[in-house]
Structures are given as C-alpha cells and as structure tokens.
C-alpha cells in the first residue's frame, strides 16, 4: 500500500511538471523537446522587450544559439524577478535566464549550469584630464585574493589617491572599494547608480565604479555623453562565478544538455561574440 502510494505521487509530480514518464525503479524522467524559459525583459541589454512585444538582447541570443544545438524549442516567456524561482520550483517554467549571479543563498533553492558571464566593474569619470589619461583597453582578471591582486589594486590606488569616488551602497563593488580604497580616496555612497552619474556630471566627484553592463546602456544617453569608461575593466573570480541559467534541482538532465552546449559556445567564440555585441566588453566568465 505506502509503496503504490509513493508510485502515485511521482506519477503526479512528473505528470504537474508536464513530462513524459520513463520509469525505472521509483524514477521518472522528462523526454525534453520544448522548454519554457523565463526572463524579465527589461533588464537592458541582458535581456529587453521590443516594440514589437519580442524579447532580444545578449541572452535571448545567447538562448536562440544553445538550443539550436542540442535541438531544443525554448519559449521564452517574461516573468517578473520576484516570482522567478517560486515559479520555477512550482513548473510553471523550466529554465531561468534573466542574469541570475549564482549565489551560496540560490544555490539552496534551486541548480545552475556553468556560468555563461562574469560582469566586470569599471571605473567612470566625466573629468577631460582624466579620461585623456587614462585609456580604457584592458581587461584585469582579479582573483579576490589580497595578496595575489596587491600589484593590480596599488596601481588603482595611485589613479585614486586624493581624488572623490562615487559607489552604489549596498553591492559588491561598495565591499571591494571601501576595502581597497579608504584612506586612498574621498569615497562617497548613493542609493541608486544614476545618482553617481548625477554627481560626475556636475563635477562633484571625479570617478564612479559600477558595472560595465550599466555603463555601457547609461552612457549612451545624451545626459551622460561626457562621461567615459576608464582604466582596466576588471572581472574574474573576484565578483564570485558569474551568471548562469537556472534550473530545478531535479532536472539534472536538463541541465547538462544546457552545461554541454554553453561549454561550445564559449569554446568556439560565440558568447565572446554577443558579449562584445551587446556589453561592448568580454564579459566570459
């Protein structure tokens, strides 16, 4: 009786989730050929909605790309960040795209594949000298390792001494300047990064760091026109494993045809083709 009992309860927990059952001791699996994947749509240039209701930017490409080579049908469909992972977790999609950092937190709730970006962070000025001095055309790969970075972070410290930096409060970039920076620079904190570019324009600080993916959508404004991206644009292991697509934690197959066509694409070329694309950077993990 308790062992039909369990049977029938993973006949119905499949079949809620939609799959085909294959049945091999108390197992089932999903015969995958179409998945629905969720994205916000409005988070540029990750991922936005066009005029015409279609959903583009680097992620959807990104998508349209992977699935094609393990001939997957993926709908994208938009979904609000807050209800993202419940909803995956209760099948209502089967994938999640939507710049997700993969986080100790997350990984609790739910499973990743391998990380398909790594956002990189950069320095900002609207100061002529500064910009004039300071070209933007390296990438710096930091490890989160105080003693492996010193040679990097000293030379940020000579650009910085003296001069007053504006940070968003509350991310990992606030951690890493106020760790690297105090006492080098007058740092100064803002609730939301446009209030930085607010200051920069007004000539009230000399530098803001943020992300690249931010920057390279605010800057393009006629508002911020004078401001420009300088020194390294600095990624790696330092800002944790990146960006990755989200699964069920029981989707295991799922996940590694998803792991095995990410692993191609930024083999062959492709996810550095959409980064520079879309972030006018190599954001690759």
Same mark, same amino acid.
Request: glycine share 8%; charged share 25%.
């Given at each position: 009786?308790?062992?039909?009992?369990?049977?029938?309860?993973?006949?119905?927990?499949?079949?809620?989730?939609?799959?085909?059952?294959?049945?091999?001791?108390?197992?089932?699996?999903?015969?995958?050929?179409? $998945? &629905?994947?969720?994205?916000?749509?409005? =988070?540029?240039?990750?991922?936005?909605?066009?005029?015409?209701?279609?959903?583009?930017?680097?992620?959807?490409?990104?998508?349209?790309?992977?699935?094609?080579?393990?001939?997957?049908?993926?709908?994208?469909?938009?979904?609000?960040?807050?209800?993202?992972?419940? #909803?995956?977790?209760?099948?209502?999609?089967? $994938?999640?795209?939507?710049?997700?950092?993969?986080?100790?937190? &997350?990984?609790?709730?739910?499973?990743?594949?391998?990380? =398909?970006?790594?956002?990189?962070?950069?320095? $900002?000025?609207?100061?002529?000298?500064?910009?004039?001095?300071?070209?933007?055309?390296?990438?710096?790969?930091?490890?989160?390792?105080?003693?492996?970075?010193?040679?990097?972070?000293?030379?940020?410290?000579?650009?910085?001494?003296?001069?007053?930096?504006?940070?968003?409060?509350?991310?990992? =970039?606030?951690?890493?300047?106020?760790?690297?920076?105090?006492?080098?620079?007058?740092? &100064?904190? =803002?609730?939301?990064?446009?209030?930085?570019?607010?200051?920069?324009?007004?000539?009230?600080?000399?530098?803001?760091?943020?992300?690249?993916?931010?920057?390279?959508?605010?800057?393009?404004?006629?508002?911020?026109?004078?401001?420009?991206?300088?020194?390294?644009?600095? #990624? #790696?292991?330092?800002?944790?494993?990146?960006?990755?697509?989200?699964?069920?934690?029981?989707?295991?197959?799922?996940?590694?045809?998803?792991?095995?066509?990410?692993?191609?694409?930024?083999?062959? #070329?492709?996810?550095?083709?959409?980064?520079?694309?879309?972030?006018?950077?190599?954001?690759?993990?």
């Amino acid at each position: 009786m308790g062992h039909t009992y369990n049977v029938t309860k993973k006949i119905l927990a499949c079949a809620a989730l939609g799959g085909s059952l294959v049945f091999g001791g108390a197992a089932c699996a999903k015969e995958w050929t179409s $998945v &629905r994947v969720a994205t916000e749509g409005a =988070y540029e240039p990750w991922n936005i909605t066009l005029p015409s209701g279609e959903i583009s930017g680097f992620e959807p490409e990104l998508l349209k790309d992977v699935c094609a080579r393990i001939k997957l049908e993926c709908k994208l469909q938009a979904q609000n960040w807050d209800g993202m992972i419940a #909803g995956l977790n209760a099948g209502k999609f089967d $994938v999640l795209m939507d710049a997700i950092v993969i986080t100790p937190e &997350r990984q609790n709730e739910i499973a990743f594949s391998i990380p =398909y970006a790594n956002t990189q962070a950069v320095f $900002v000025s609207a100061d002529p000298k500064i910009i004039a001095s300071m070209p933007s055309n390296e990438v710096l790969k930091l490890s989160g390792d105080p003693t492996k970075d010193k040679a990097a972070i000293d030379k940020m410290k000579v650009m910085l001494k003296g001069k007053t930096l504006g940070i968003q409060t509350g991310t990992a =970039y606030t951690k890493f300047v106020e760790d690297n920076f105090t006492g080098v620079a007058d740092i &100064r904190t =803002y609730a939301k990064s446009a209030e930085h570019l607010l200051d920069l324009n007004a000539g009230r600080i000399d530098f803001a760091f943020d992300d690249v993916t931010f920057f390279t959508s605010a800057l393009e404004t006629p508002d911020n026109a004078a401001v420009k991206m300088i020194g390294p644009k600095i #990624g #790696g292991d330092i800002w944790g494993p990146g960006e990755a697509l989200g699964f069920r934690k029981a989707d295991n197959d799922l996940r590694e045809k998803f792991d095995g066509a990410l692993k191609e694409a930024l083999a062959d #070329g492709t996810v550095k083709r959409l980064s520079e694309k879309w972030f006018k950077a190599d954001i690759r993990p």
